[in-house]
């Protein structure tokens, strides 16, 4: 991956390029235009979070509870409010369902009732309704406007739709919004740092271009593929902060450095040729790097974490494809042009000549042992609050409180008994029919020992419905077609399956009640099969499956990394200190990320709503993202110091050097990484929002802290011990 004049496959790679520039160039804009189409339409065609942790038992207990049992596949609650109206008297009720019965005339519609769910204060201004569906999210999402459209406002009353199929629809049009505003945002910031970079107009467009692209014809991709699969709503998100970033960064280093190549080679195709061969090569083999990261979330087996997956891969592969065939095209097209409509000429001569880097570098090596541990207990500070960290499952809460979902869910959390609205169900299946006299016997047994849990508040069944009569008398009752059809109603029971809610001491997400779940998945009883279900056991098989996939994730990736380093620097120091200088920058960066989200440090300053949890899947995510683009940095920085130290020998020397060369660069492509993922801090949805804070502070902290200080500190102290290797490794 070293810079090298020999002419090898990159070269003529690049020579192709020039030679056919036209036709390619033509080729991915026409592509790029098709993508656009298909891009803007991506978010409606995303209706699921992904939050479900397929094949789990929840999973499993969920699609029985709908199956067997005939609840409902989906739900709306509706919140009512007055400030003047006593909206629990029987009028009020009486006005609020007649208000809903154009909507319960709709097919799609099972039930509409008073939300029987205890309150915790006594607010007569507040009342609320279940709307029960026939249809899953998906069928749902498509009539949702038109339910909305029918739900009428009672004079003096102000309404609030929430529930899953409210907050994923509204999160469809958030992420609309980010989109815009990120590129709003984000794009003419960018535009501005890379004149300021490059000092000419067409320089510094075309990283944006190839960033764009990266973007859209990812996004027009995954439109195709939405039709064969289910993918999360969080999807464009991340496709737009990596391809913008990824791409602006690789089309950043291709376009420096075919720039150097026009001083040097004897024509434009020559100075494609060995851009590509160089820089080319590097961006080719650092993009493969950043795929590791993102193939390393498939051992996480969550359809959210595979969407991501999805979307990082592709938009990374686009980034790193465009940058190895339409950039090196469109660089052969301008030629000598690239330098034309310059800007800031002063600035961009007072850069060139700069020897601020060999100073900071010099500087650095002469107290590298103080620098290196005070910097690395800096980190490790941050890091401190992980120890602290708590994981949750994204909800409404995601939005932001302008949003009907997000206001009306916390109504509810204020005013209603949470732990009887999201209670734990368990799903019991039977030898015989629930009616017969021997199943209710067992099933009442078993209810007995589960009451006797410390954690359990209180247990419902359909014979306590009946007044928790004698087996005998409940099996007679149900004989009985009004109180068996009444059952089956309320979705108790149907042939040999029936439902028990079991309430919690304490809320849904709490430690308390995760422990619960383990504690009623523990007990059993003799010829009765049974899935515990609901959204606390749904967040503990989340976590379940983290806890399982992320040390498999840790090993794979940083074990492929770590051998790719080996491999290419000849050294096995140098890979080692990559990977720990990494964990101390992801580690630091996740600690800021629970300060601020879990904390609620800063949170007014950034316009943040503290969840008080760090959203389950932010650690993945940060870690196999920044692990990738943290490496590129790392490969071009000491690829500079190894070809500096092979023609002096002198360690310090070439150190000192290769900072002194690649730092402006690296430094600069930082800087757009930072304005890019940082102009998603102040988007709407919580999960982007977090995702910007980790990737930026994961970002500044390594191409300033590590990179600059402790990296130089360290190759000082290690001296020739840096480049050593066993002999059959430097054979190779």
Known sequence: MREIKKKGLFWHWGIKMYKLRWAIAIFWILLFILSIFFAQQLPDRLKDSGLNPKGSESDIGVSLMRKELGSPPSMLNIVYTSRDLDLTSEQAKKDILQSLEKLKKQKYVKNIQINKTPRLVEDNGIQSVVVELKLNNQKALKDFPEMKKLIEKPKGMDTYVDGELATIYEVQHATKHDMAYSEKIGLPIALIVLLFIFGTVWAAILPLLIGMMSVS????????????????????????????????????????????????????????????????????????????????????KLPIIYSLCLGGVLVVFSAMILSCTLLPSLLGIFGHHINSLKVFPGTQKKLENSIMWERIANSVMKRPAILAIFISTFLITLMLPIIGMKLGVPTAEVLPPVYESRTGAELLKKNYDVRKSSPIYIIVKAKENVTEVASI????????????????????????????????????????????????????????????????????????????????????????VTYVTGQTALRVDMMNRINLGLPLLML??????????????????????????NVLSLGASLGIVVMVFQYGWLSHFLNITSTGYVSIIMPVSIFCIVFGISMDYEVFLISRIKEEYEKSGDNVKSTALGLQKTGRLISSAALILLVVVGSFIFTKIEITKALGVGLFCAIFIDATLIRIIVVPALMKLLGPANWWAPKWIIRK
Do not use: C, W
């Not at 993918?231 to 376009?255: E, K, R, T, W």
């Not at 040999?496 to 809610?501: C, D, E, G, I, M």
């Not at 620097?569 to 200088?581: C, D, T």
């Open 556 to 581: 794979f990736i940083i074990s492929v990394t770590y051998s790719i380093l080996l491999f290419v620097f000849k050294s096995v120091l140098i890979p080692l200190k990559a990977v720990m200088m």
């Open 217 to 300: 014809l990812t996004m027009g991709i995954t439109y195709y593929l939405t039709g064969y699969y289910s993918l999360s709503n969080f999807l464009p998100n991340i496709v737009m902060m990596l391809g913008l970033a990824i791409g602006v960064d690789y089309a950043l280093f291709l376009v420096s450095r075919f720039r150097e190549e026009l001083k040097r080679q004897q024509s434009v195709e020559d100075a494609v040729a060995m851009a590509t061969q160089t820089a080319g090569q590097s961006v080719f083999f650092s993009g493969f790097t950043v795929l590791i990261g993102m193939f390393g979330m498939l051992f996480i």
């Open 441 to 528: 016997r067992k099933i009442k047994k078993y209810e007995d020992k589960i009451r006797q849990i410390p954690g359990v508040l209180e247990v419902q069944s359909y014979i306590d419905s009946l007044g928790n009569r004698t087996p005998e008398e409940t099996s007679h009752l149900l004989d009985l077609k009004g109180t068996y059809d009444r059952m089956i109603n309320e979705n108790l029971l149907q042939g040999n399956f029936t439902l028990l809610t079991v309430v919690p001491r304490s809320k849904p997400d709490s430690a308390e009640s995760s422990g619960l779940v383990k504690q009623l998945r523990d007990e059993s009883m003799s010829d009765l």
